[in-house]
Each structure stands twice: as structure tokens, then as C-alpha cells.
């Protein structure tokens, strides 16, 4: 079983910054690409970031040049550093990860909030 453990969400004020984690366990042989989407009230939910195994990232627009995702490949860890954050960015926040154990599957974290006040 696999399970991805978000952590780092929280409260702060605009401009401020946050960083997330998002660390996979259990039982596989491999971890593909990573992903964090985010969940706002009454919206649908939405890419925010994603990062190969390689390393190569992409962005939404709405988060270019304000957040930053990165990667530990020894950990099966995720990150997702946010800075200037805006009232807009809250949100909650999920890892999703592709996982190879005895074929490939996606797994979603619990979602950790991240609220911004203005």
C-alpha cells in the first residue's frame, strides 16, 4: 500500500511564503512524476505544479515565478516552496504521484490548507 503524507500548510499573511512536503511510503519499486494540484471552495481542482523524476518542471500560469517545486528522489519526497503568496492561492493542497510497484498507479495525499489572508 502506498500512502503520500502532505505537510507544511498553514496561515499566512500576502507576501508572505510557505513551503509544502509531500513524502511517499509503502510499498514500490519506483516513483514517476509528482504533481500538486489545489481545491479552492466551490472551484474545481487544478494543477498548480509538476516534476518528473528528472527533475523537469512545469507551472500554471497563475504560480509562475512565485512558487518553486523540487524533488528529493532518495526521500520519494516533494516540495512546493510558495512565495508571494496572494489571497487567491488559498486553497487546499494535494500531491498526487505516480507509483511503480507491480504496475503504475496514481495516489493522492489527504490535502493540506493553505489560507491566505489579505
Known amino acids: 500500500q502506498v500512502q503520500l503524507v502532505e505537510s507544511g500548510g498553514g496561515l499566512v499573511q500576502a507576501g508572505g511564503s510557505l513551503r509544502l512536503s509531500c513524502a511517499a511510503s509503502?510499498?514500490?519499486?519506483?516513483?514517476?512524476?509528482m504533481d500538486w494540484y489545489r481545491q479552492a471552495p466551490g472551484k474545481q481542482r487544478e494543477v498548480v505544479s509538476s516534476?518528473?523524476?528528472?527533475?523537469?518542471?512545469m507551472y500554471a500560469d497563475s504560480v509562475k515565478d512565485r512558487f518553486t517545486i523540487s524533488r528529493d528522489n532518495a526521500k520519494n519526497t516533494v516540495y512546493l516552496q510558495m512565495n508571494s503568496l496572494k489571497a487567491e492561492d488559498t486553497a487546499v493542497y494535494y500531491c498526487?504521484?505516480?507509483?511503480?510497484?507491480?504496475?503504475?498507479?496514481?495516489?493522492w495525499g489527504q490535502g493540506t490548507q493553505v489560507t491566505v489572508s489579505s
Open positions: 498526487r504521484a505516480e507509483v511503480y510497484g507491480s504496475r503504475w498507479t496514481v495516489h
Open positions: 509503502g510499498m514500490f519499486f519506483s516513483v514517476g512524476p
Open positions: 516534476i518528473t523524476s528528472s527533475g523537469s518542471a
